[in-house]
């Protein structure tokens, strides 16, 4: 045991690797219950939070406990297929998460600012 340990001490992970996967492409019908079967295979979790409105059906978060678990996980289930689905799992990376939105707030911003100076985009 302990010189598993001493192993994942000496392991360098890539940047993006962290303990948040994020998962597309789920069965909308599918429940936590059976999220915990699939990822639970792969180690502790401490969290699934599966989307729930029209734009986040078929997403779903899952968070580790332990760095390594979520990078064997990602690693194995990327592409398993669940319901004649194939899941999508990737790490979760927040800096790109909210890109969207920044720009369609921004853009917004930028309208305003146009119609308070009289600009049109001629």
Do not use: W
Request: proline share 4%; net charge positive; charged share 30%.
């Amino acid at each position: 045991m302990a010189m598993a340990m001493q192993k994942k001490l000496n392991v360098r992970l890539p940047p993006e690797v962290n303990r948040i996967l994020y998962v597309r492409n789920l069965p909308y019908k599918i429940t936590s219950e059976e999220m915990y079967d699939i990822f639970g295979k792969y180690g502790a979790i401490r969290q699934i939070r599966v989307g729930n409105t029209p734009e986040t059906r078929g997403t779903a978060f899952v968070v580790y406990e332990d760095i390594f678990d979520a990078k064997n996980a990602c690693d194995h289930l990327s592409g398993f297929n669940v319901c004649n689905r194939y899941l999508v799992v990737l790490y979760y990376q927040p800096t790109k998460a909210f890109k969207k939105v920044d720009t369609d707030k921004k853009k917004e911003e930028i309208e305003s600012m146009k119609a308070k100076f009289g600009l049109n985009d001629e």
